[in-house]
Structure formats: structure tokens, C-alpha cells
């Protein structure tokens, strides 16, 4: 490969550290903000805090009904992320390496799902719940958020797939495997990477959506954290020391699971796959 001049890696690691920055300091300004008190916030809100108010936490979790408002949006995240990602996988694998008359069409409808604007949907979602009788249940937010994000998972499972070599499913055959056996033993393992990048991905849409998610919910047991987050908007609890720890607290999650698969993120394609 030909190497890089000097000139443009300075200017390319320059902007990556610039736009790292630009990223890394509204969260640190948040954080940091939400140990202050309300008094101290007020003085000086770029300081670094006197002292550490982990109340602000406590106040936060009680205002923001945490408690119910997290186990909703965890149940109704994860249940999306499995239903997605189970069928985007075994519809992209399909695609991926079976050939019939249909599937320039299929895969193109799938494309198009991708241009649909997705709260242009917003209406006529809310009338096909209300036939079904399905509003104000964990339903009404996981079959959306499932449809919205089975084309984009498809889309690159799809293109990750298609560039296994075909000696993968001959061993698999000459070992006696079948189409299934194939699809769970050895395509899935292989396609960690893929798969890593679209569950952050689904993750991270599903725990932070709000708008669907305040009209189709009323319930207040049933409301997901970024409705609870709204409880911050009131006059009594104008608190900005509290909203920043309410913030705090919602991005913990997505910062844990992240973490836990960021290896999947850099690991080779081919990592466990047959050579030949």
C-alpha cells in the first residue's frame, strides 16, 4: 500500500482528535455538572464542582420515576433488539447467499424502508395500533421500532455476508450440517463484527426514542426513560444540577453496553473462518 504523506496524517488526526473533542466535551460538561449544587451551578456552570453531590442522583431518580421508567425502556429496548436482529440476520443470509427470481426485489424493498422517513409514519402507525387495539402496551413501541430498523440491519448484514467464501457451507455440508445448523454454527459466529455495529446501533435509537413513544404510551407504568426525563420541564423541578444527573444516569447504559462490544467492533472478518 502506499504510505501517507506526513502532511495528511496531521491533518487527518488533527480533525479525528478536533471532532473527538467536540464530542467528549458537552458529555464531561454534563457530568461534571451534575454533582454541583443548584447554587453552585448558578456562580459558575464551567467550573470544576467544589464537592460532590451524589443526592443530585437520588433527587434525580426519584423525580424522574426511574425506577419504573428504566425497566420499561430496558424491556422494550432489548425485546426490539433480539426480534430485529434475529430476522434481519436469517432474512440477510437469505439474501446473501441464496439465489431466486425474487430477490432483486426483496432486497430492494428493504432498501426502500430505508428511505421511508420514519416519523412520517407516525399517523398512520398510531391509526393501525388503535385498530388493533394495541396503544398503551409494550407492543405499540416494540413492533415499530422493530420494522424501522429491520432494513438498515438486513442492509449491512446483507453486504457483510455476501463476502464469505462459499467454502464455508461446503464443510458445513460435508460435515452434515444443514441450512440452519450452517446459518447458527458458522455464519453467525463470523458475522460478529456486523453484528456489533447493528445492535449499538438498534440499541441506541430504541433506549433514546421519545416521540413515538409519548403517543403511543399514556400509561404512566408503562412510559420509557425519555418520557421520565420530561418530568425535568416542570417549574417546581427546574433544576438543572438534577437534569444533568437524570442525563447522567440514561447514558450510563449505552456507555456499558458499548463497552462490552467494542472488541466484536475490530475483530477481523474471517476471524474463525475456514481458509482454503
Same mark, same amino acid.
Given at each position: ?5 506526513? $502532511?495528511?496524517? @496531521?491533518?487527518? *488526526? !488533527?480533525?479525528?482528535? #478536533?471532532?473527538?473533542?467536540?464530542? +467528549?466535551?458537552?458529555? /464531561? ?109 409494550? $407492543?405499540?413501541? @416494540?413492533?415499530? *421500532? !422493530?420494522?424501522?430498523? #429491520?432494513?438498515?440491519?438486513?442492509? +449491512?448484514?446483507?453486504? /457483510? ?116
Amino acid at each position: 500500500m502506499k504510505k501517507k504523506s506526513p $502532511l495528511f496524517q @496531521i491533518f487527518a *488526526y !488533527t480533525f479525528l482528535i #478536533l471532532f473527538a473533542i467536540m464530542n +467528549i466535551v458537552p458529555i /464531561f460538561w454534563m457530568v461534571i455538572n451534575s454533582f454541583k449544587s443548584e447554587q453552585e451551578y448558578a456562580a459558575n456552570p464551567f467550573s470544576m464542582p467544589t464537592g460532590f453531590e451524589f443526592s443530585n442522583y437520588a433527587q434525580a431518580w426519584k423525580i424522574a420515576n426511574m425506577n419504573v421508567y428504566f425497566f420499561n425502556s430496558l424491556l422494550i429496548t432489548f425485546a426490539s433488539l433480539i426480534v430485529t436482529v434475529l430476522l434481519g440476520s436469517m432474512a440477510a443470509y437469505f439474501l446473501a447467499r441464496f439465489s431466486f427470481k425474487l430477490r432483486g426485489l426483496t432486497y430492494s424493498l428493504f432498501l426502500l424502508g430505508m428511505l421511508v422517513p420514519i416519523h412520517a409514519t407516525l399517523i398512520p402507525i398510531f391509526l393501525i395500533m388503535q385498530k388493533l387495539s394495541l396503544i398503551d402496551t409494550y $407492543l405499540s413501541l @416494540i413492533l415499530p *421500532y !422493530t420494522a424501522f430498523h #429491520l432494513s438498515l440491519t438486513v442492509f +449491512i448484514l446483507e453486504g /457483510f455476508m455476501r463476502g464469505f467464501p462459499k467454502d464455508l457451507e461446503e464443510s458445513g455440508v460435508m460435515d452434515g450440517a444443514g441450512i440452519f445448523r450452517i446459518f447458527w454454527s458458522i455464519i453467525l459466529p463470523i458475522t460478529r463484527p456486523a453484528m456489533a455495529t447493528v445492535i449499538i446501533l438498534n440499541f441506541i435509537y430504541n433506549w433514546n426514542e421519545y416521540l413515538f413513544a409519548l403517543v403511543l404510551i399514556t400509561s404512566n407504568a408503562l412510559k420509557t426513560l425519555p418520557l421520565g426525563l420530561a418530568n425535568f420541564v416542570g417549574i417546581e423541578t427546574a433544576s438543572y444540577t438534577l437534569q444533568m444527573s437524570a442525563l447522567t444516569i440514561a447514558l450510563i447504559p449505552i456507555i456499558i453496553f458499548y463497552l462490552l462490544l467494542q472488541k466484536q467492533l475490530v475483530t477481523g472478518m474471517t476471524a474463525g473462518a475456514v481458509k482454503g
